[in-house]
């Protein structure tokens, strides 16, 4: 499964989307990180933007967002109803496939590290990456917002941050970084222009006024709209879903003779907070998410979207992709994440504090590897499709038979140059397995021995792929340079397989 984080940068700007815009073309410019969502809400003042990656694309692309919003946004003259401390208010991370928590609390605090090292903001770690009990919750790290954290962080203890300056930015003001889970942002709209109502309502179903647990809000007015509002965001949509809020505030409101006119979601939202809605109001009989058409479709619809036995079902077919190349790639996915295993079970042993550092860095590696990896067995398995359908062209005429051979080239070289890339990870993956099996925890010194032997099977299983793809290939130039490259890199897997292997079987021997 391909490594995916989501990351749900707030921004301080809600009026002018031309700096917006510029703030999301920053952060595009990582490649491999693609904008899901922007919402702007001119009240509020506020711009809520969503996108998603591979977790090392992720936080640089969070660092740009931050960076080009600490220029363009002066929180010396913005006003709005949302609570804020910063350009960029907050900035969390979201695990979505083939990452956990504890890779997003990483990436919250590299990137906290660099934000107030190079841009000279305040930083302060919330909810998972929290280090303190006190700042867990946004709200309490928030309290006072920007005017009353700039008053108090030179001279109150409690208000130092976990990175960057014991000051304000002069104009970016502080960020909160952190990791939690998917969070439901949900607003519910009153035929009522009375901002005291909206507050008792609020006050009634957030967690820290005695309501639902995993419910944070807070009442406001919308004065384009001549409404109050009760803004909410749901931290765990499981425990704590839309219809029970929902019918919560309608009852409330009812006391004070008023009602519900809309409601609204506010950027992205797990399909199943909807399914649990429908569910819920249509009293549906053993209903389950896999009933839903697209869900289904988009769980099937390449390898690293379904489960292992599915691909392996579909490697067993008669259909020849994913085929031998995309196995290459899983065996590489598997001896990155072999690597990385062995890392997590040195990194903190009081026996290898020596070493904790550098394991720490072969980590990073062997993550970033693992997803490459893993996204090559699709690509491989797109490779050979690609060429098949360039085989399929038509061919009646000169022209035809031209624009045909033209495309086959075409295709046959991003054939063989995909499994080509697998070598390489595979070859990187090795290097890297050499630090674990020398450094490593001696205890998975077996795992750190299967990692180098599945490296391996990936850097061979692709170079027949390599291989049979420049079989009676014309253009001798890209043979010629491919060749050369794929028999480095045989060679370079064999020297680090064997000295790979020479460790683990004199520490097996012990």
């Known amino acids: 499964m391909a490594q995916i984080v989501e990351c749900v940068p707030n921004f301080s700007e809600g009026r002018r989307s031309e700096v917006l815009d ?19 809400d001119a009240d509020h003042n506020r711009a809520v933007v969503t996108f998603i990656g591979e977790p090392q694309g992720v936080k640089k692309a969070a660092f740009l967002a931050i960076e080009k919003a600490s220029e363009l946004i002066d929180m010396e003259k913005h006003h709005g109803e949302h609570p ?23 990436l919250a605090e590299e990137l906290g590290a660099e934000v107030g090292e190079k841009l000279g ?34 001279t109150d203890d409690s208000r130092i941050p976990d990175f960057g300056p014991r000051k304000m930015h002069p104009k970016a003001g ?22 005291t109502i909206a507050k008792k309502i609020a006050k009634a179903v957030r967690s820290r006024s005695g309501g639902f647990a995993f419910c944070k809000a807070l009442g406001f007015e919308i004065k384009e709209r001549n ?13 704590t879903p839309i219809f029970r809020v929902f019918e919560t505030i309608k009852n409330e409101a009812e006391r004070y003779g008023i009602n519900i006119t809309s409601s609204e979601v506010v950027g992205l939202t797990p399909l199943k907070a909807m399914v649990d809605v429908v569910d819920h109001y249509l009293r549906l009989e053993n209903f389950e998410i896999g009933q839903i058409l697209e869900y289904k479709l988009l769980n099937q619809a390449t390898p690293d979207k379904i489960s292992l036995d599915d691909f392996l079902t579909e ?11 995309s196995v290459a790639a899983l065996a590489g996915s598997l001896a990155g994440a072999l690597s990385s295993m062995v ?30 990896a893993s996204a090559l067995i699709v690509k491989d398995a797109e490779a050979f499709n690609e060429y098949m359908k360039a085989r399929k062209l038509p061919k009646n005429s000169e022209e035809e038979k031209a624009k ?13 140059s995909v499994p080509l890339e697998t070598m390489r990870v595979g070859v990187e993956i090795l290097k890297s397995a050499v630090v674990v099996a020398e450094k490593g925890n001696v205890n998975s010194i077996s795992d750190a021995g299967v990692a180098a032997l599945m490296a391996k099977a990936a850097v061979d299983g692709a170079s027949y792929n390599v291989r049979i793809n420049l079989i009676g290939f014309e253009d001798k130039d890209f043979v010629s340079q491919t060749t050369a490259s794929m028999l480095k890199l045989q060679k370079e897997a064999e020297e680090l397989s064997g000295r790979i292997a020479d460790i683990v079987n004199s520490k097996i021997s012990q």
């Open 174 to 195: 502080a960020v909160a970084i952190g990791a939690r889970p998917f969070l439901v942002a949900y607003n519910v709209y009153l035929d009522s222009n009375k901002l």
């Open 121 to 154: 903001i305040p930083v302060y770690l919330y909810e998972k990456a929290a280090r303190r009990p006190d700042r867990v919750n946004l709200a309490d790290v928030r309290r006072g917002e920007y005017e009353g954290i700039k008053a108090t962080i030179e």
């Open 84 to 106: 804020r401390m910063g350009a960029t208010d907050v900035c969390p991370f979201v695990p979505v496939s083939g990452v956990s928590m504890s890779d997003c609390v990483q």
């Open 343 to 372: 890392c997590r079970l040195t990194v903190g042993k009081k026996k290898y504090k020596d070493v904790k550092d550098e394991l720490a860095e072969v980590l990073k590696r062997t993550e970033k590897l693992r997803a490459e």
């Open 315 to 325: 490697v067993a077919s008669s259909s020849p992709a994913p085929g031998g190349g």
């Open 22 to 40: 510029k703030i999301i073309e920053a952060a595009l410019t990582v490649k491999g990180v693609t904008l899901l969502d922007r919402e702007m």
């Open 227 to 239: 409404q109050v509002q009760v803004s909410m965001n749901l931290v765990d949509h499981t425990k």
């Open 404 to 416: 045909r051979k033209k495309a086959v080239a075409e295709a046959t070289k991003v054939a063989a």
